[in-house]
């Protein structure tokens, strides 16, 4: 398959199409060619081009890509097979303001784009607070986001028939339990109907394999004090999941530890496993904990403590921080690494992010798990192979 990724992020939808399983490793596809991607933030441009080092990568708003700027850098989109992407979710997320900003909007871009490369199929993935998203007319953002897919350009009939599902990582052997709303769209000169969503193995019901856990993830690796980093492993893999992370990685990146002031580390201290805010704040009721320690901002799952043996919670993009979403360490008193964080993403051991913690984690937090990825690769191949398209 011929593939353009937009808004590329690290590439962790990029993964799931460059690699695929093979046994308990992950190998290159050689089914697929990507043909460029575009990503604007330079320290996730500088991840995506360490992981991705053969894949052309526009570095630049999307906004300024043209069928001319394509023509320029001697790209060939003809024929494009799929085109995969999802843009900023941050205006959308049910955690935030909500605002239907600038980034609110960039579907269209990725419309225009859809416009000019023409594919015949288009994967476009979002956070579930897109589904109730109004604009500020009070309008459903989902109802225009599939209006504009459904016709995109009704004077040279290019259209598709879109298709739409939430699916939950965990599902897929991504030991995180994450919703996202996934639109395909099939372009209408195809057989646009038939297609289907890919079916998780691992769930919570009798013959499904068990949902991995926070344990099953992140065990093997080495143990942080407060303010430590380390880089080599001192234990070893002890299931399969581990395995595949490591993939004959010898060397660990990114798992450091954060130093905390007196309040964080007393909470993060007294919190325990699953508990959150709400708990601390009992704690101080009680007469348990002083006054000072009482937590007067965040929801009731910040200051949280993840649970061992259960999928972790979404991951976000300020996993690093105590007082954000639930993140904290089921067994250790700090939040989690960047490379545990990875870990519970699917993103093996050897893949790289860039830039400071924040824009390391972010590029962590806002990717789709490759895991996830390429059980929608595997869908697509199906769709062409049966629909004799490719």
Not at 193 to 202: A, D, M, N, S, T
Not at 338 to 358: H, M, V
């Amino acid at each position: 398959m011929k593939i353009v990724d937009l808004f590329s992020g690290a590439g962790g939808l990029t993964f799931g199409f460059c690699y695929k399983k093979h046994g308990n490793s992950f190998v290159k596809n050689r089914k697929n060619e990507i043909i460029f991607a575009n990503e604007f933030d330079n320290k996730a441009s500088m991840a995506f081009r360490s992981n991705f080092p053969d894949i052309q990568l526009i570095e630049d708003d999307i906004a300024n890509i043209s069928a001319e700027t394509l023509y320029n850098l001697n790209i060939d989109y003809n024929d494009v097979d799929v085109v995969i992407g999802g843009p900023p979710c941050q205006s959308y997320s049910t955690v935030g303001k909500r605002q239907y900003d600038k980034r609110a909007i960039m579907y269209h871009q990725y419309i225009r784009l859809l416009n000019i490369l023409r594919p015949k199929l288009f994967v476009f993935e979002n956070v579930t607070g897109l589904l109730t998203m109004k604009d500020n007319n009070g309008n459903p953002v989902i109802g225009e986001i599939r209006k504009l897919f459904s016709r995109i350009d009704e004077e040279n009939f290019l259209s598709y028939n879109i298709h739409q599902k939430v699916l939950n990582s965990k599902f897929f052997g991504v030991p995180q339990s994450r919703e996202r709303v996934f639109i395909i769209g099939i372009r209408n000169d195809l057989n646009p109907k038939r297609w289907e969503f890919p079916e998780g193995i691992y769930g919570e019901i009798p013959n499904k394999i068990p949902c991995l856990t926070v344990s099953d993830a992140i065990s093997d690796l080495p143990t942080l004090n407060e303010g430590e980093i380390k880089t080599a492993y001192d234990h070893e893999a002890i299931n399969d999941y581990q395995l595949l992370m490591r993939n004959k990685s010898d060397v660990i990146h990114d798992h450091i530890a954060g130093i905390y002031g007196d309040k964080i580390r007393t909470v993060i201290q007294n919190v325990i496993e699953g508990e959150g805010r709400a708990y601390i704040n009992n704690l101080v009721n009680e007469g348990k904990l002083e006054e000072k320690y009482f937590l007067t901002s965040g929801y009731n799952n910040t200051y949280g403590r993840l649970w061992w043996n259960k999928p972790s919670t979404t991951i976000t993009n300020s996993f690093g921080t105590p007082s954000a979403l639930r993140c904290i360490h089921p067994r250790q008193n700090r939040a989690l690494s960047t490379r545990e964080a990875a870990r519970l993403q699917s993103f093996p051991d050897w893949i790289r992010f860039y830039g400071n913690k924040y824009e390391k984690n972010s590029q962590v937090g806002n990717a789709v798990p490759p895991l996830l990825a390429i059980a929608i690769e595997k869908s697509i191949q199906s769709y062409f192979k049966k629909e004799g398209v490719i």
